[in-house]
């Protein structure tokens, strides 16, 4: 499956961005999703994913509250919409698939990624 990620930009602090990852594909449905990010210096990180089917979500200590993570099979596109961004926030968000249709939080268990988008959050 290719993954293409969308909706980065430059917000200010207090600020909201809706990313957007359309899959090409006729197996989406049957992928788990997740949304990784990556700052300068840092390790890639697990931000929030989503179960085949879309039963079951899970998300990062740091941004509970704050992000949804939602799927819409019909458009083979999964959503990350974050509010109350703040300046730690800033990185390169990544959409990854696994195979498998449950939740992973790390990096090796995604087979697929998409090009990054840059959030930029500035205070």
């Known amino acids: 499956v290719q993954l293409q990620a969308s909706g980065g930009g430059s917000v200010q602090a207090g600020g909201s961005l809706r990313l957007s990852c359309a899959a090409l594909g006729s197996t989406f449905r049957s992928y788990a999703m997740g949304w990784f990010r990556q700052a300068p210096g840092k390790e890639r990180e697990f931000v929030a994913g989503?179960?085949?089917?879309?039963?079951?979500?899970a998300y990062e200590d740091s941004v509970k509250g704050r992000c949804t993570i939602s799927r819409d099979d019909a458009k083979n596109t999964v959503y990350l919409q974050m509010s109350t961004l703040n300046p730690e926030d800033t990185a390169v968000y990544y959409c990854?698939?696994?195979?498998?249709?449950?939740?992973?939080?790390?990096?090796?268990?995604?087979?697929?990624w998409g090009r990054g988008t840059l959030v930029t959050v500035s205070s």
């Open positions: 990854a698939a696994r195979s498998v249709g449950l939740i992973a939080r790390t990096t090796q268990q995604y087979e697929y």
């Open positions: 989503v179960s085949r089917i879309g039963g079951y979500t």
